[in-house]
């Protein structure tokens, strides 16, 4: 695994509290590329994400 980059999509999977989230990238074989911790204000909502992937 390695670390999140800026620009990276994910998927929230967990949700750890009022303000904060587990989160997942995979790549496009379905492979975890990391997953990590995240509060609200370093996140960015992404309705159109679902359109990029298969």
């Keep these: 695994m390695r670390q999140p980059r800026v620009g990276d ?6 949700v750890l ?7 997942e990238c995979v ?3 379905g492979l975890t590329l990391w997953l990590a911790d995240f509060l609200t204000e370093e996140l960015e909502a992404r309705l159109d994400a679902a ?3 298969p």
């Design 9 to 14: 999509l994910g998927t929230i999977v967990n």
């Design 17 to 23: 509290g009022e303000n904060a989230f587990t989160v």
């Design 27 to 29: 790549d496009e074989g």
């Design 51 to 53: 359109k990029t992937r």
